[in-house]
């Protein structure tokens, strides 16, 4: 493979981990998509997530999110077979920022956030390398790879018959 088709597999394998833990957490994953739209900073991909009626206060609605957010570079990082950390790997500083704001509710304290999301990162590498899990993100990967946007339908398809 070349370098782009390469950057494609692995942003696919990204985004496909965003959305599958999101959907097993209970998420409506609205779309997915190899590169980002004109409206948004320049990306690789975009997985949207859509958590319905979002209570602040509710510490298991934002450790949904940061769990959520994490996946993308956990299912990299397993993909790649390289145990890379996200808050110093570049292209998943973004997903480690975003986790960081959303659990500054779950431990104020910046060391404390630090192993907390650093448990969050190994607590998903071990459920992300299970089946069913893992297949659900091949599956939505290899389907990404072909069509670089995947709809909520295509999703709900592709994910409810490995995650139910």
């Not at 097993?24 to 975009?46: C, T, Y």
């Not at 509710?58 to 299912?75: K, Y």
């Amino acid at each position: 493979m070349n370098g782009m088709d390469d950057d494609d597999v692995l942003t696919a394998y990204h985004e496909a981990g965003h959305a599958a833990i999101g959907y097993a957490l209970g998420a409506r994953i609205e779309s997915v998509q190899l590169g980002g739209d004109d409206d948004l900073p320049a990306r690789f991909g975009d997985c949207r997530v859509n958590w319905g009626p979002v209570d602040d206060a509710c510490d298991w609605q934002r450790m949904r999110e940061v769990m959520t957010v994490l996946a993308g570079p956990v299912a990299e990082m397993i993909y790649r077979g390289e145990p890379l950390h996200p808050a110093h790997y570049g292209p998943w500083q973004d997903d480690w920022r975003l986790a960081w704001s959303c659990a500054e509710r779950l431990a104020a304290d910046p060391r404390q956030r630090t192993r907390l999301l650093e448990r969050v990162v190994v607590d998903l590498h071990a459920r992300i390398q299970c089946q069913p899990c893992w297949a659900a993100i091949a599956a939505v990967a290899d389907e990404l790879q072909a069509h670089e946007f995947l709809d909520e339908e295509q999703l709900s398809d592709a994910l409810g018959f490995w995650i139910g």
